[in-house]
């Protein structure tokens, strides 16, 4: 996995699925200090759910507004059977 950083938005190329992937996206949002994020998950087939529990905790509980842009058809089908299109604010990568 590669993460690289732009303002508020974060760009994640490659497949999430370690702890130390996981590391790595919270401590960049984490620093960001804003109460609004843009994650762009390129190509990632699955989010592991350590990175899953904290988008919902940052929006549920931080009240940052969060959104995803996915290009991997199968990790929108996988947020779409948890129910967190809407919360994340999921959109499809054209």
């Known amino acids: 996995m590669n ?4 303002g508020n938005e974060i760009l994640i ?3 999430i699925k370690t702890i130390s ?8 949002i984490d620093g960001l200090g804003t ?12 989010l592991t759910s350590s990175v ?9 509980k931080d009240k940052v507004a969060l959104s995803l842009s ?3 058809d ?4 996988l947020l779409e059977e948890l129910g967190l299109t809407e919360l994340l604010h999921v959109r499809k990568i054209g």
């Open 3 to 6: 993460v690289t950083r732009k």
């Open 13 to 15: 190329d490659g497949n």
């Open 21 to 28: 992937d996981f590391q790595t996206i919270k401590e960049l």
């Open 35 to 46: 109460s609004s994020v843009h994650i762009v998950i390129k190509d990632s087939i699955s």
């Open 52 to 60: 899953i529990g904290y988008f919902t905790k940052r929006v549920l």
């Open 70 to 72: 996915v290009g991997d």
């Open 74 to 77: 199968e990790l929108i089908g």
